[in-house]
């Protein structure tokens, strides 16, 4: 079956669980998705998730809210002139570089991120300008915007991840195990396609966000 938009996508769920004529069940199906679609915004770190926003600080105020869709950050830059040409500076994660801040107030070096906020240190001395590179969540499946970059180019993600959690749903834990398995196969092979794009001329992304994230550099996220 092809699956094309959200309404191919549920059917052909129903078929995979065996329970296309159930209509308690079918009801749960938008469930199962938006259960999976989390769980891939989670796992998923491609190049159509990347995002860019330009963040203001408040003088005397050591947080900035996280920009919209925030899952990951990439990278974070401080504008250090107001005016071109431009300057930037990293600021870095206390947890790659632990807490080496030795003033109270001025340049913020260091984040940390708390919640939905980041955590500035030191507390900016005046209004900063930074630019947050970013993973952010992909557009969920509804019936507005039947599809997505997900859909359209890896169907069997979606299929196979969302029919698992019916199987939770129903108690089936072994066919969960099989067919969430199958589902994380995908999702690796999606992200390590991704890493692979990201030569050109055997020349490699030189930019902070092409550092492996498993060495804890910007590893600094939130699960929403």
């Known amino acids: 079956m092809a699956i094309t938009n959200y ?12 329970n296309r004529n159930n209509a308690t069940l079918a009801d749960k199906v938008p469930e199962f998705i938006a259960s999976w679609e989390a769980a891939m915004n989670r796992r998923l770190k491609t190049a159509d998730m ?3 926003a330009t963040l203001t600080s408040t003088a005397n105020v050591d947080t900035i809210s996280l920009p919209t869709g925030f899952v990951m950050m990439r990278r974070l830059r ?4 107001d005016s071109p040409p431009y300057r930037y500076t990293d600021v870095w994660p206390v947890a790659l570089i632990g807490d080496k801040v030795q003033f109270s107030s001025g340049r913020p070096q260091n984040i940390s991120i708390q919640g ?9 001395s005046k209004a900063w300008t930074l630019i947050a590179d970013y993973y952010a969540r992909f557009t969920p499946l509804s019936d507005a915007a039947p599809t997505n970059w997900i859909l359209d180019d890896n169907q069997d993600a979606y299929e196979f991840g969302a029919t698992a959690y019916g199987y939770l749903s129903t108690g089936a834990i072994a066919r969960y195990r099989e067919w969430v398995q199958l589902a994380f196969t995908v999702i690796e092979e999606i992200n390590e396609y991704d890493r692979k794009l990201r030569f050109t001329n055997n020349k490699a992304r030189t930019d902070v966000a092409a550092m492996s994230t498993r060495q804890g550099r910007y590893d600094v996220r939130t699960d929403n």
Request: glycine share 4%.
């Open 78 to 81: 401080l504008r250090e002139l």
């Open 116 to 124: 939905s906020k980041i955590v500035l240190k030191p507390t900016p």
């Open 50 to 52: 990347e995002a860019t």
């Open 7 to 18: 309404a191919n996508l549920q059917t052909a769920i129903l078929y995979r669980l065996g």
